[in-house]
């Protein structure tokens, strides 16, 4: 079974509607993330999370909102998708010793399209 | 500007061949590097760390350099199997970014038989 799994894997909807994306992890990890990726822009940061309790912005962190639910579990929401959204996301986890940043791991990935 | 830049390729390459790929980053208090390697409509998985001694890993070597704020992939005799996106990845020094990946946008490599 896979440590992170996102759900759904794929997503067609339309503009305007609200969306949730969902990540779940088996690994322990207290850190969680949600990244998109673009064709010719690479992965970015939407937002990250230390643990349960913390949620921080990452560089586009506009038209999204996220929850930690559970130490396993970090949702990304569209409230009212628009189509420049339309890319494939990420959910990532990692943990930290003595501080220092580890290895994430990734997700298969959520590939939604806004029409 | 972008914190990582990478040369977007495609790298086509024979089988056998060596192949290497470079990365520049902006900040120079970046503490962490990593080779993270993407296959088509994938996820990104981490391929290595990348240190200042340099380090390697079977047919791939890492190098970094710090006063040029440059790090290097290099990859000997090159299998069919190494065709994929490499994603350089930088850490910056503060944790106040959760130590979330700055990536490049990617090098392709298409390793022809």
């Known amino acids: 079974d896979a440590d992170v799994t996102q759900t759904p894997r794929n997503r067609i909807t339309k503009t305007g509607k609200r969306i949730m994306l969902e990540c779940s992890q088996t690994k322990g990890h207290d850190r969680m993330y949600w990244y998109r990726q673009d064709p010719g822009l690479g992965l970015r940061l939407i937002y990250y999370?230390?643990?349960?309790?913390?949620?921080n912005k990452g560089e586009i962190s506009d038209g999204y909102s996220v929850s930690r639910q559970a130490q396993a579990k970090f949702s990304l929401s569209l409230e009212s998708a628009i189509p420049n959204q339309t890319a494939l996301y990420f959910c990532?986890?990692?943990?930290?010793?003595?501080?220092?940043?580890?290895?994430?791991?990734f997700g298969p990935g959520t590939r939604l399209t806004v029409l | 500007r972008k914190e990582v830049e990478q040369d977007p390729g495609p790298f086509n390459v024979p089988e056998g061949a060596t192949v290497a790929f470079n990365c520049t980053y902006s900040?120079?208090?970046?503490?962490?590097f990593f080779w993270y390697r993407q296959d088509c409509r994938k996820e990104p998985k981490l391929l290595m760390s990348?240190?200042?001694s340099g380090n390697e890993d079977g047919r791939f070597t890492a190098q970094l350099n710090r006063a040029s704020q440059y790090i290097s992939l290099l990859i000997r005799d090159s299998k069919l199997s190494d065709s994929a996106t490499y994603l350089c990845?930088?850490?910056?020094?503060?944790?106040?970014?959760?130590?979330?990946?700055?990536f490049g946008k990617g090098t392709s490599l298409l390793v022809t038989p």
């Open positions: 999370s230390f643990d349960v309790k913390d949620i």
């Open positions: 990532a986890t990692s943990d930290t010793i003595s501080g220092a940043p580890n290895e994430q791991f």
């Open positions: 990348v240190y200042s």
């Open positions: 990845v930088v850490i910056p020094a503060d944790s106040n970014s959760g130590y979330a990946l700055n």
């Open positions: 900040n120079s208090a970046s503490q962490s």
